[in-house]
Structure formats: C-alpha cells, structure tokens
C-alpha cells in the first residue's frame, strides 16, 4: 500500500491516491470523510460519482458527491445530514490512512475513518465515533456506500427449512412507508435477496435486514463487489432491528451496513469495521448461479483481516 497526496480526481485538487497490489481507491481532504473511487488500478469505478457535485466545496447544504460516507443512526434530518462540505485532517503511518473530520458542530461528533489495503483485493475500512459532547450519547454507526449505476444488490437470507422444529422467526425484513414490494427491481428469491438499480424506474425504494451472514455483494457488468462485517447478537440494532440496508432511486442505490446502538460517553467512541472486496466475475441474476458461482467467491472470503 502506497499514497500520492496532491492528487487531482473529479475537480478536487488534493486528493490521495492509494494504490495496492491490484487496486485503487481515492479519498478527499477538502471535503469528507468521503471515499470516492475505488476499483482495479486505472479501471472502472465501481463507486457512484455525482458529476455535477465534483469540486465543490464549502456551503451549508448537504451533498451527496457519491462514494463512500459515514453516517451516524437513527436518520434525523436535523442531525443526520451535517453537511461535511470542509476539509479533513490525514494521517498516514506507512500502513494505514486516518482521516480525521472536524467536530461536527450541531452534534459535537467526530468522524474518522481508517484505511488499509491487504493483499489479496481486499480493504478493511474502521470507521470511528468520538463524542465530544458533555454528557453521553446514543448512537449508531452508519456507513454508506453508493454503487455505481445499473448494478444489482445481492443479499443472502438464512438457511431455510420446513420441519416442526422451526417454529421462532427468522431472517427479519424491514419495509419503509415507501416500499412496495411489487416493484420490478426487487427479485425475491428462496436464498437471496437482490435490489437493482434502474433509471427508469422514478420512484424510491428501500429495504432492510438482519443480516446474520454478514455480507453483502454488488454485481456490476463484469465486476463484483462484496462487503463483509461482524454481526453481533448482543447488541440492538437500528430500524427495527436491522444491520444492512440498500436504498435505491433513479439516480443511486446505497449498500448500507449499520452497528449497534451503545451509549458513548464524553470523549468515548464506538467503532464499526467493514472488510471490501472486489473481484472481476460476472454474476447472473438466477439462484442456481448465485449458488455456484457467487458463494464460493464468498468463501474466498472468509477471515480476511
């Protein structure tokens, strides 16, 4: 893992390039913490960019620039969308990448993120709560990816089965007010879960689980994006108890995962770890292929970091 400060991508002017073995990932300092590429070295994007917002900086809306964000739960439009439009601070030790937001300043929370690439097409990105505050809060991690368009989500659900031994509920779904479960974009499947992202569909759509298997894939052309965490049964989680979430509109669709809920007191901090792959496969849409083709890639997987 090597860095280039000073590098230009998208408008922004001082950038870091980090380079792995494979692949490539760009992070802003003028404005973030935000991730805003990351794939095989001079390919593709798998990261959504939003080009009409590159560049800018400053002002008091907030922007969603694409790539990767940190959000803190539950959704509150007066404290969710502190507008993080002003530079980071950056600290690199030869191993690993900080970067470090300013307090927020209607929340008293700081954001950091740390990066580090592994050797075998795989990051591990630990993103970090500090409450500056007086007094303890509660809250819960929340990081944000959004996928470059016209890909497809992929979720597992638990190993099912029909016997009289099963009679607790599994594999929890949570709906939003705007979820309709007939649109074509959803593929409800015996063992997956998939979410695509369409242009011509105009409407909003969400979903969320509890997410037992810890992982989560995006399919895209020829590339497949998979992301990994740590499911904790002893923690509660967001949103009626969900750990991943994929929101989709016209224009983006969002791989979301999410911590638990714990009280963090003054100058405390809550930390949530994702590990990202990326692979060049091609996945089709039906179970038998996911099966064969996409859980042995998963396996792959499998205590990296």
Known sequence: MRIEENFSYGGWKKCILITGDELDMVVTTEVGPRIIRFGFINEKNILKEVKKQQGKTGGKDWLMYGGHR???APEDIRRTYFPDNESVDYKWDGKTLKLIQNIEDTTRVRKEMEITFGSDNNV???????????WSIELAPWPITVM???????IPQEPYGTGSENLLPARPLVLWPYTMMKDPRFIWGNKFIQVIQDPGQKTPQKIGVLDKMGWVAYSLEDLL??????????????DFGVNLEIYTNPEIIEVETLGGYEKIPPDGLL???ENWFLFKEEIGEDEDSLESKLIPIIKRTDGKF
């Not at 591990?124 to 007086?134: P, T």
């Not at 470059?148 to 992929?154: C, K, L, Q, V």
């Open 70 to 72: 940190f959000w803190h």
């Open 148 to 154: 470059a368009e016209r890909g497809r989500a992929i």
């Open 225 to 238: 994006f998979v992301k990994r965490w740590v499911y904790n049964p002893d923690v509660r989680y967001p």
């Open 271 to 273: 930390e949530h770890t």
């Open 124 to 134: 591990r990105i630990l993103h970090r709560l500090i409450n500056k505050n007086l």
